[in-house]
């Protein structure tokens, strides 16, 4: 199936060398699995594309939980990215806490993730929230010395969403969901550890994957 969307990939390559545009051609396929094959192929060749009847495997949620996670660790002060982790799994940071941490960090001129990483000196927050704080903090901290010092770009991240409790969440989900965020967050790390073995001597960074 790889080998297959592999192929697909190239050929519409090939075709677009010939002066037809990408909205001129599509790939039909009959189930979902096929889908973030071919997703995964059309994304490492550079070819641009839209999905009809279905969610594109970057926007499903949990992908997208992780995604923010490699994101923060790679630039803390992407707020947006910041506030979907933050509780996620959760953690004691929901909407009033999150609001009166925002606020401290807006009296002293600090952002977001500057300002979890002194909680503990915000007076009145829950300790639940300080507690959650503390812990995402640490982890995105571990995870972006992982990252700087070449440790690894798959064990870092993969250490990163162990760390966080994503992992964890994901694991005690039941039924049929359970088992496909678990399937689409264990092709995420596939692709990355694909990307990191693809670099060769190439010095790549998990700021280059998102990127791509």
Known sequence: AAAEARF???EIKEIAKNDVQWRNMAVLYRSNMQARLIEEELRAAGVPY???????????????????YLRVAVHPTDELSIRRIVNQPPRGLGEQSLDRIVAFGARRGKKLFET???ADDIEGLPELAKKGAREVVHAIGRA???FRSGEGLVATADRLLNDVGMTRALTELDG?????RRENLAFLMR??????????AE??????FLTR
């Open 203 to 208: 010095k790549l960074s998990v700021d280059q």
């Open 144 to 146: 972006r010395e992982g």
């Open 191 to 200: 692709s990355l550890e694909r990307y990191e073995k693809n670099g060769g």
């Open 8 to 10: 697909v990939a190239y």
């Open 176 to 180: 049929k969901d359970g088992d496909r």
């Open 116 to 118: 979890l990483e002194i």
């Open 50 to 68: 839209r999905m009809f009847g279905g969610t594109q495997f970057y926007d499903r949620r949990e992908i997208k939980d992780a995604i923010a």
